[in-house]
């Protein structure tokens, strides 16, 4: 059974950068597309990115300006950097793998929450 | 951005019933739609992926319906664990988005 697992700092301060990497186990990170993800409190899901295990990224346009998605396949790992944060970027944030034709998101980490203040 | 939209937007249901989400999005997704639970503290997990296939290992009780625009998840016999916030996702293109999520409360 595939798992993931978010690190990083919980506190980052406004207009500084929010570092996160997630790393994978019991699986490996090739041949997949790995997400992110957050939840604001008190609201819905919003997807940040992908990148897929050759490196290849894409991102949600409202968010692209800022994030940066890279992968590391000798360390089975994937990393989130997104600038010059706000108090609007306070948020759980999870990684997730996004498989199958459907490019569901089927694994998922626990989540990880970063407050901007 | 493909618009998704979800009804209701909070449910009162109680054990044993019968529940219908509805999900529909701004455009044609064909059947690019996934279905979550999510509960709080707990990272989301997939129930229904391609609008009606079921997730290995999630109970046979969801249901998953739907294609082009209009979609639906339905739980034939509500269970305890039951209980939670449900998302619905559109993966047919670029970004990926969410509807606001149905909250599915114990009547």
């Known amino acids: 059974q595939v798992q993931l697992q978010e690190s990083g700092p919980g506190l980052v301060k406004p207009s500084e950068t929010l570092s996160l990497i997630c790393t994978v186990s019991?699986?490996?990170?090739?041949?997949?597309?790995w997400s992110w993800i957050r939840q604001p409190p008190g609201k819905g899901l919003e997807w940040i990115g992908y990148?897929?295990?050759?490196?290849?990224?894409n991102s949600n346009p409202s968010l692209k300006s800022r994030v940066t998605i890279s992968v590391d396949t000798s360390k089975n790992e994937f990393s989130l950097k997104l600038s010059s944060v706000t108090a609007a970027d306070t948020a759980v944030y999870y990684c997730?793998?996004?498989?199958?034709?459907?490019?569901?998101?089927?694994?998922w980490g626990q989540g990880i929450r970063v407050t901007v203040s | 951005d493909i618009q998704m939209t979800q009804s209701p937007s909070s449910l009162s249901a109680s054990v044993g019933d019968r529940v219908t989400i509805t999900c529909r999005a701004s455009q044609s997704i064909s059947s690019f739609l996934n279905w979550y639970q999510k509960k709080p503290g707990k990272a989301p997990k997939l129930l229904i992926y391609g609008a009606s296939n079921l997730q290995s290992g999630v109970p046979s009780r969801f249901s998953g319906s739907g294609s082009g625009a209009d979609f639906s998840l339905t739980i034939s016999s509500l269970q305890p664990e039951d209980f939670a916030t449900y998302y619905c996702q559109n993966t047919y293109g670029i970004p990926t988005t969410f509807a606001q999520g149905t909250r599915l409360d114990i009547k």
């Open positions: 019991s699986g490996s990170i090739s041949g997949y597309y």
């Open positions: 990148i897929y295990y050759d490196g290849y990224t």
């Open positions: 997730a793998r996004q498989s199958g034709s459907y490019l569901q998101l089927d694994y």
